[in-house]
């Protein structure tokens, strides 16, 4: 009844003008023995009056980072969203219109993914960035069937142990039936990939090596590190990529000899949303594109102007079926226009400056905790980071967290929480800032630090 | 009179073979290029590749489609159409001329006796219509 | 010529407006100095990204956007009405279910308890959040009749992947993974696909002239080799497998399970419970059946229901009670691991529980309205539109172009025409079975007016097939732009550098 638009008396002409004379007559081919003729156990309908009590009691119970000071990273860095854009995404052309399959009526959402795809190339040093991904761990796992792909019969992949350990354990599900080996390169003791273990990990059944940065711990590590590595054996060079701001302030992966960059965009100005949806991406080198998977949409200069429709479509599922370059069919449409906007609002200069104002906050923490005197804390290595550091510390990290708490603190994420059993780093905590953290919150964070 | 040229045989996957010497261009016929449409991307072999007859040997796309392309007989690669990577549409304007795909050193040409004639192929695309 | 129906003739007003609103992409636009957004000012002391980088410093992203927040609305709001969208237009895209999407949920997403929290929260600051997907999962099996729900799946066709690795890691336990899995000739292009990268080799069935599966042939081709069988119901035909009771037995007598996908499960949610069929395995996607925004493509979720005995490999992490509360719960040792970051497309798991909340246990409607809608639609156009498979539809009804076609009319130019009339046109590209396909789905959403809007516009683009058909093919006439040329473009962006983000220097103040 809710959002059915005919009456009863309208659904009884429709019934009329087919010509039966219930509606279960249509379900006649239905075996009779499983056609249900009592409704399912669910309760009765919900006016809206009861859905936002119902449903906002069960939001008020989560903690929302409006309500504290939160330093919540590790490979999602919720940052300030433009007020406008999330009013324009409830647009109903945007909101309620499918994938621009037919472009004379898609104009808005295929330039707007157009926009989408230069962003991503400008950021990354790239030439071809797709329509977006599902999420960052499954760009990684794209790349990977990408790259082997374009190498052809090759049958190992390699990857920094300093890639967030959800897109590792992401990877091992969907390599684990494609007959592909993954070979897991462990980090040095600086937290950073070992040059020459990663080298040595390459060889001629490489199929691309795969490197972060920032990497798990918050560290800058140098791209051409594994674009050296991969690239002495014949092998594509991955980089990962999940603080986009980090981006705005480091050289691009593209410029760095990295072939494919792919990774996390929900920095730009998507609501965390208790992790999903998120929008993934991944770009190349032009050599590859007939290779990169999901949503292409392409720009054609016409007498009236430019136009753009979806293009290179023969790579997608629809038409390759088995054959395709991957099964998936949706991109993340509206959160990749979200990306889009924010971006647009920010331009150039918004960019580098949040990314100036995320640095820096991070540094002043860092500085603080060095000069803190207790022994009980550290900044856990002595690396470059852009704006999350790993924490050592002495304290359990449970207790650090509740006295942070106490504080109306969100104090960080431990590393425990990434790889759950693993028992590794089990006394770092994760720290993330971003523009939306005050110097008292900064203040406020090292004072209970202080209190250990 | 045939429209298709007398100088080549033809496969029921709609390529067309020319043998000078031992030496063979193929490509695919008017017929293909009409059911496949506007072409806009064809995937040759590399040079030196080395395929056994009725193999696959590289794909053409139009803007809906991708149909596989299959070696008529046995053969190395010894020649591929560049043009077709900036004029793709070659295909679709001169299929059994400047729209050739491969050429190929043939290595074993048993398969030949297998071939249509154009008269035959002619009547095996009007065959294939009805059905 | 011809009378066009209620159409106006192409108004050369409209592409003129069109072009001063600029087609452009906002890079074409960028102004230099312009900017959009406030930031806090530096309350701590700067950082030199020089010192701390080195040579890995970077001083600016060149080419990016300037512009100003005035800018940004004016061109994103001219960008959307360029779309067609449900909340405008009829959209039958056949199999995409375009029904209506209740604010409701995009209000009770949006909430700050949902949207503004962070995955890593700790758990007892996180209940609420656990608590509304074990809700979903409650909900759902309610629904479906299985053991479990899945919620990791990102989307629909990432959902078949899970369950195709499901049970191949079910298979490998019991001995040995299998070979193949067979999907039939009617199958969305995601079933083989998604098989594939399960490691499976694809073996296609033939449809019957019914359009449905022959239960003879499916005895004969399930072996003990073959994994598992993917099938639709209703299929993209948008008919009902009737032998679907004994195809699930032939299938568990092998020792292989049944996939369902659930891209149609719209046709029957609360009428048929689809493990009551014997399915073992079935992914559902939120943005059809649950009403979740389409966004232009996304962002979808594809929760993914199985039976007891794949509980074991369902991916990490899971939901489970814990004293009065929920917990994440990792502890699978069987698990086929994760599928993504995090725990699934939560946000569209809020809008999904919110409509399957209001409509209660009258969910049933849903489908009954919407296959009232569909044979509704088939009884108007049958006389004009050739029908190949003449079983009963479902929610949906597949024509094709075969009488259109001798006229030179095709299903791209009827749906192009289509356009003109201010609806969207119906799915083309399958189900391959159908040469010419044209898949309209009206969903439960549209109201009599509006299905007979459509179907007289059908039926006049029939009459212009006719009598003017150049009318046909050359369109569409009034949209923003015209017919792309898409072969052009497909050739254009192959080559080197077709992709290059900006295209024009920018527009300096003169």
Known sequence: MRYIPNSPAEQADLLREVGVASVDDLFATVPREVFRKSPPPLAPPMSEVELRRDLGALAAKNAAATCYASFLGAGLYPHHSPAFVSQLLLRGEFLTSYTPYQPEVSQGTLTAIWEFQSHVALLTGLDVANASMYEGASALVEAFLMAERLTKKRTRVVVSKTVHPEYLATLRTYLAYLGLEIVEVPAGSDGVTNPAALAAAVDDETIAVAVQSPNVFGLVEDWSVAAEAAHAKGALAIGVVNEMFSLALLKPPGEAGIDIACGEAASFGLPASFGGPLVGFLACRDGFKRQIPGRLAGRLETPDGPVFALTLSTREQHIRREKATSNICTNQGLFALAATMTLTALGKHGLRETALLCLSKSEYLKAGIGKLGTGKFAVAFPGATFNEFALRCGPPVEEVLSALEKAQILGGVPFTRLAPGSGEHEDLLLVATTERNRREDLDRYLDVLKGF | ?131 | MSDHGHLASPAPDASRLDRRRGSSSIFDASRPGRRGVLLPPLDVPGADPEALFGALHRTEVAGEVEASEVDAIRHFTRLSQKNMSIDANLYPLGSCTMKHNPRINEEIARLAGFAEVHPYTPGHLSQGALELIARLEAALIALTGFARITFQPSAGANGELAGCLMIRAAHVKAGAPRKYVLVPDSAHGTNPASAHFAGYEVKELPSTPRGTLDPADLEKKMTDEVAAVMITVPNTLGVFEENILEVTRIVHAKGGYVYLDGANFNAFVGKIRPADMGVDVMHMNLHKTFSTPHGGGGPGAGPVGVGAALVPFLPVPTVEPEGTGFRLDFDHPDSIGRMRTFYGNFGVLVRALTYILSYGQEIGEVAENAVLNANYLRKKLAPFYHLKYDAPSYHEVVFDDKLQAARGVHNIDVAKRLMDYGFHPPTMSFPLIVPGALMIEPTESEPIEELDAFADAMIAIAREAEESPELVTSAPHVTPVGRIDEALLAREASKAGSFAPVLRAPVRRS
């Open chain 2, 1 to 131: 009179m045939s429209s298709y040229p007398d100088d080549r045989l033809y496969s029921e996957s709609h390529e067309w073979i020319r043998v000078e010497g031992d030496t063979a261009t193929i490509g695919i016929t008017d017929h293909a290029q009409k059911e496949l449409g506007d072409v806009v991307f064809v995937e040759l072999p590399d040079l030196g590749e080395i395929f056994d007859e009725g193999q696959e040997f590289g794909t053409i796309e139009s803007v809906k489609a991708v149909s596989e392309l299959f070696l008529p007989v046995a053969g190395e690669i010894v020649e591929v159409n560049k043009g077709l990577v900036d004029e793709p549409n070659a295909v679709n304007e001169d299929p059994h001329g400047d729209g050739w795909l491969v050429k190929v050193k043939v290595t074993s040409d048993d398969a030949l006796n297998g071939l249509m004639n154009a008269a035959a192929y002619e009547k095996f695309v009007e065959e294939e219509a009805k059905a």
